[in-house]
């Protein structure tokens, strides 16, 4: 059997007389399930009667309205549950049957044009025998309420209550979120929960996805409310949206009416970004509003906030935090929005990890790709970064622009002129700021500006650093660069970084160096880059070159500017470290194998040594030429680039580059299985080890010694 046809029957005292002769008409009808009639009349009287009274005229499916002058004056029955109908009527959600009772003139009204019962419209109280209206009465509301049950059984319009409750939309990738949040409002005490996450990351999303979930929806039926706060800067602000949402008229008394309305029956309630009232500077108001709220037993209530902060007064259960979506659950919602035909694209995985999973980056992105070439989208993505995810009209809509978005969490009332600071820097570091560099790179207020960075989600921690998304990165590198002071001091950080321990490798403190240096790979890059194109480019050129020995031996190769290093050199005429560079080239080139390479770089940096007079790096190129030749088994040509080596590094006293040298003969000799020089070199080059002390070549140097006995099975020796 189907469920009844609600029936709200609105009369003021003085007519309950009258009302209470249609309720017996329609009490047989009642009784056999076909309707379910409500009055004030059926109830105690009091505040509760005008809270269930609301929540009734919410859930009805026909409303009555027994119409004299006092129903005409009356603030309540008029003003309100009248025009709440009325309301309710132009969305198609309730019939409205006037009913006159006593003489008036109601032609005037929002309802003036409506059919009334009786027909005609003659009132109630002006036939002789009052019982022939009354079955009029009864008959016509009888058929309407069998048209609506019509209506529901084919399907028609939706019930009343959950009127203004936004379509989910697309929701994908968060099953687990949507399906805790559904079960902690939905319990038989309905919980108090928090969706917490940072801009864009789709939290409205989810909360209209559990006001639509089948056992919210079952728990609740009409009663589940979504109230937008994103332009409600105060709790005064905040109670008005509420009422607008739960669709209560505006007049005295707005927010303790929307309250009663609530606390009428079971209800859940929807919060959407409640950090607008809560940070604009009526905390406490807020608060208070909160805990109006929680105190209702019967009321689920879940909210949004933007950042990672928890209001008081409210006994949260444990938050949900929403992540950014994985790589298989963006190309989806791309997909779903772009075209299917996008799907497995090598341009669009490429686009896609660019917006680091953030749902709203996705999705304008995804806008931007319709009807256009994914190559093309990547190149104006190149040129436009960030301003390519702004949708049409939106640049004021936190849904249709990134930038939107994202300012309402810059701007927040929580935001600190250090923390503004510490952002901006974070823009330029592609790899985020270790935590030990924060104070650093922002002297006394590093911590606790990336505190409030944090809270916002404008940063998250991960694995001892401070990030942002890539998406974030682009947009305030674009819209609020650092000051000249605070990237100066980021800049001459890093540098520093890469001019002390670059060149550790192999040295003592060498693999903690090639630790601290190997996760800031992209921040010196970065930082490299923009001190070569400075007025002072020297120490800028000598830290890219510093960082050779440590990406030949850790493999961080691929982001070593080098190259705009060697082009800063040569616009600045600087033969030293133009040279360097080359050498440096020509060192990578041959950790990679690459001879032909290597020696190209060598060559072009041996005359410019010779040219300024550098007998050390002249004799070091040389030296490297003859590693070059050995790595190729040319052994001729390796033995005279060492002996050419050699007396260079006599002349300048350099005994670990004369050892080096000699060893390398040996090394030839002993592939060659020439044992007698090999150990002669060995033995020249043995005491020059252990004059510097390096304890490691000359271990190398005995142990060479002991494999040429070996091959000649000199067991003994």
């Avoid at 490798?505 to 160096?513: Q, V, Y």
């Avoid at 050779?548 to 080098?562: M, N, V």
């Avoid at 020696?599 to 007998?615: C, E, F, I, M, S």
């Avoid at 070091?620 to 680039?641: F, K, M, P, Y």
Wanted: proline letters at 6%; aromatic letters at 4%; glycine letters at 8%.
């Amino acid at each position: 059997m189907s469920d009844p046809v609600r029936l709200f029957i609105s009369a003021v005292p003085k007519d309950a007389a009258l009302r209470d002769e249609l309720d017996v008409c329609l009490k047989p009808h009642e009784r056999g399930g076909r309707i379910d009639v409500w009055h004030e009349g059926r109830v105690g009287a009091g505040e509760a009667s005008a809270a269930e009274a609301r929540a009734r005229l919410e859930a009805a499916d026909i409303v009555v309205l027994l119409v004299s002058p006092d129903f005409l004056a009356s603030d309540r029955h008029h003003h309100e549950e009248a025009a709440r109908a009325l309301a309710r009527s132009a969305a198609g959600e309730v019939v409205i049957v006037p009913v006159p009772v006593r003489h008036c003139d109601w032609s005037w009204t929002g309802f003036g044009r409506l059919k009334p019962l009786p027909a005609g419209g003659r009132p109630v109280n002006a036939w002789p025998d009052r019982d022939e209206p009354w079955n009029e009465v009864t008959r016509g509301l009888l058929e309407v309420a069998d048209q609506v049950a019509r209506r529901r059984a084919a399907g028609g319009r939706p019930r009343a209550g959950a009127a203004g409750l936004p379509d989910v939309g697309r929701c994908i990738g968060r099953d687990a979120e949507v399906e805790a949040l559904a079960a902690a409002v939905s319990r038989d005490l309905p919980g108090r929960v928090l969706l917490l996450g940072a801009a864009g990351i789709g939290k409205s999303t989810v909360s209209r996805a559990v006001l639509h979930r089948p056992e919210v929806v079952a728990r609740f039926g009409e009663r589940r409310f979504f109230v937008e706060l994103d332009a409600a800067p105060d709790a005064a602000s905040a109670a008005v949206a509420l009422a607008d949402a739960l669709r209560v008229p505006p007049g005295p008394d707005l927010r303790q009416r929307a309250l009663s309305f609530l606390a009428a029956g079971p209800a859940v309630l929807a919060l959407d970004n409640l950090e607008t009232p809560w940070d604009g500077g009526d905390q406490a108001g807020t608060e208070a509003l909160l805990a109006e709220l929680a105190a209702m037993p019967q009321l689920g209530l879940m909210a949004s906030v933007r950042g990672a902060c928890r209001p008081g007064r409210v006994a949260w259960s444990a938050p949900v935090e929403l992540r950014p979506l994985g790589p298989a659950e963006a190309e989806e919602m791309f997909c779903a929005i772009a075209s299917e035909e996008h799907r497995g694209e090598p341009a669009l995985a490429e686009l896609l990890s660019l917006q680091e999973g953030v749902p709203l980056a996705i999705d304008l992105l995804a806008s931007a790709a319709q009807g256009n070439d994914l190559v093309n989208l990547r190149e104006e993505w190149e040129l436009s970064r960030a301003a390519v995810l702004e949708r049409g009209g939106g640049a004021r809509d936190r849904l249709r622009s990134w930038k939107a978005s994202l300012e309402l969490s810059i701007g927040s009332r929580r935001m600190t002129a250090e923390a503004h600071r510490l952002l901006a820097v974070l823009a330029v570091l592609p790899d985020g700021i270790a935590q030990r560099d924060v104070a650093a790179v922002l002297p006394d207020a590093g911590p606790a500006a990336a505190r409030v960075l944090a809270q916002l989600r404008l940063a998250y921690f991960e694995s001892g650093r401070l990030k942002i998304l890539s998406p974030v990165r682009e947009y305030v590198s674009a819209a609020y660069p650092p000051a000249a002071e605070d990237l100066g001091r980021v800049m001459e950080h890093y540098g520093e970084l890469a001019r002390a321990l670059g060149s550790l490798r192999g040295r003592p403190g060498g693999t903690e160096a090639v630790a601290r240096l190997a996760p800031e790979t992209a921040n010196l890059d970065a930082m490299i880059r923009r001190g070569l194109t400075g007025p002072v480019a020297a120490r800028w050129i000598d830290a890219a070159a510093a960082l050779t020995d440590f990406a030949r031996f850790s493999g961080h190769t691929a982001s070593l500017p080098l190259g705009p290093a060697l082009e800063a050199a040569q616009r600045a005429g600087d033969r030293p470290r133009e040279a360097r560079c080359f050498e440096r080239l020509g060192h990578i080139a041959l950790g990679r194998s690459q001879h032909d390479e290597a020696t190209a770089r060598y060559q072009q940096a041996l005359p410019l040594y010779q040219k300024v007079g550098d007998v050390l790096s002249e004799a070091n190129c040389i030296r490297s030429l003859g590693d070059v030749a050995l790595a190729r088994s040319q052994h001729a040509e390796a033995t005279a680039r060492y002996e050419q080596a050699l007396p260079l590094y006599q002349k300048v006293g350099t005994v670990l580059g004369e050892a080096t040298c000699i060893m390398s003969l040996g090394d030839i000799a002993l592939r060659r299985s020439q044992y007698a020089e090999a150990t002669a070199r060995y033995e020249q080059t043995l005491p020059l080890y252990q004059k510097l002390g390096d304890v490691l070549g000359e271990a190398n140097c005995i142990k060479s010694l002991g494999d040429i006995a070996l091959r000649r099975s000199q067991h003994a020796e």
